[in-house]
């Protein structure tokens, strides 16, 4: 075989090799069996894990749960409130005035959040 002839064989094998290898098309999704990462909460089912973090914290959530909550509840005034939280933790570490809003947030959902 010449240098030539050679040269497209090889070019006639590389792209059967890749579409029998799957290296064509739109690329495949690959999923580990989680849940998505941006899993919407109902207002109601965001002051549920609310109450859960409070209980189990013994007083005012924490940064994490408050992020989860702003950023997947469908509330909006709920989700505002929860980022005001972090904000105020951020800067001042406690956020009494947005806790009495999540915690009257959370009374219209059906759920109370005990506080002081």
Same mark, same amino acid.
């Given at each position: 075989?010449?240098?030539?002839?050679?040269?497209?064989?090889?070019?006639?094998?590389?792209?059967? *090799?890749?579409?029998?290898?799957?290296?064509?098309?739109?690329? /495949?999704?690959?999923?580990?069996?989680?849940?998505? *990462?941006?899993?919407?909460?109902?207002?109601? +089912? *965001?002051?549920?894990?609310?109450?859960?973090?409070?209980? +189990? +914290?013994?007083?005012?959530?924490?940064?994490?749960?408050?992020?989860?909550? *702003?950023?997947? /509840?469908?509330?909006?005034?709920?989700?505002?409130?929860? +980022?005001?939280?972090?904000?105020?933790?951020?800067?001042?570490?406690?956020?009494?005035?947005?806790?009495?809003?999540?915690?009257?947030?959370?009374?219209?959902?059906? /759920?109370?959040?005990?506080?002081?």
């Amino acid at each position: 075989m010449t240098g030539v002839a050679a040269l497209l064989a090889a070019a006639a094998v590389v792209p059967a *090799a890749l579409a029998v290898a799957g290296c064509h098309g739109a690329p /495949v999704q690959v999923t580990h069996g989680t849940t998505p *990462a941006l899993v919407k909460l109902s207002g109601h +089912r *965001a002051c549920e894990q609310l109450l859960a973090d409070v209980t +189990r +914290r013994g007083g005012a959530p924490d940064i994490p749960t408050l992020r989860q909550i *702003a950023d997947r /509840v469908t509330a909006p005034r709920l989700a505002a409130d929860a +980022r005001t939280a972090v904000r105020d933790i951020d800067h001042t570490g406690t956020a009494p005035f947005a806790f009495t809003l999540l915690r009257a947030d959370c009374a219209e959902a059906g /759920v109370r959040i005990p506080g002081s």
